[in-house]
T-cell receptor, first 113, second 114 residues
Framework: GAGVSQSPSNKVTEKGKDVELRCDPI?????LYWYRQSLGQGLEFLIY????????KSGLPSDRFSAERTGGSVSTLTIQRTQQEDSAVYLC???????????FGPGTRLTVL | AQSVTQLGSHVSVSEGALVLLRCNYS??????LFWYVQYPNQGLQLLLK??????LVKGINGFEAEFKKSETSFHLTKPSAHMSDAAEYFC????????????FGGGTRLMVKP
């Protein structure tokens, strides 16, 4: 079956521009996570969606970052007014109900010039 | 709060040699522990997981890990390294009571010499 997909695979943007990153989780998975992988900070949790509950935004580094999940499926991570320190690989993962295993997508590599 | 420490950001072994990647964790609740592998320009793939069943966990590609509560460790081993094992390996802990979000270690890059 299809795994987690993310688009675009690469995104180059200029400082100050807004970007949107998309994640399509595995069909039927109720939980969705965003993580960021950067040279300086390693792998860090950003935000977590579980069903229709309010998301856990405790990992978002600033108010320039936001995410939504429409219809309990596709999620979009938005970064406003991008900064060079936002350059990283953004990974999405999903998890089925009653399990603790997260399946990761291939990531979106964001480069802010 | 949970944390994970991976000793050694880079490990180099010869093909056929034992692989040992170290992971120590800190958790205020019984942890779920995971090892993930990341090949270049790819996402994370689960190698194995510990979820309070058997303390010796066998994973894919011949890897295994042993949960040692007294040492708060979950080291990853493979008896004989193969060239295709060259990748970055991440140890992670999750809290079942907090949404299962993963806290990762800093990663260990495994290099395999011919």
């Amino acid at each position: 079956g299809a795994g987690v997909s993310q688009s675009p695979s690469n995104k180059v943007t200029e400082k100050g521009k807004d970007v949107e990153l998309r994640c399509d989780p595995i069909s039927g998975h109720t939980a969705l996570y965003w993580y960021r992988q950067s040279l300086g900070q390693g792998l860090e949790f950003l935000i977590y969606f579980q069903g229709n509950s309010a998301p856990d935004k405790s990992g978002l580094p600033s108010d320039r970052f936001s995410a939504e999940r429409t219809g309990g499926s596709v999620s979009t991570l938005t970064i406003q007014r991008t900064q060079q320190e936002d350059s990283a690989v953004y990974l999405c993962a999903s998890r089925g109900q009653g399990t603790n295993e997260q399946f990761f997508g291939p990531g979106t590599r964001l480069t802010v010039l | 709060a949970q944390s994970v420490t991976q000793l050694g950001s880079h490990v180099s072994v010869s093909e056929g040699a034992l692989v040992l990647l170290r992971c120590n964790y800190s958790s205020s609740v019984p942890p779920y522990l995971f090892w993930y592998v990341q090949y270049p320009n790819q996402g994370l793939q689960l190698l194995l997981k510990y979820t309070s069943a058997a303390t010796l966990v066998k994973g894919i590609n011949g890897f295994e890990a042993e949960f040692k509560k007294s040492e708060t460790s979950f080291h990853l081993t493979k008896p004989s390294a193969h060239m295709s094992d060259a990748a970055e390996y991440f140890c992670a802990v999750s809290d079942n009571n907090a949404g299962n979000m993963l806290t990762f270690g800093g990663g260990t890059r495994l290099m395999v010499k011919p």
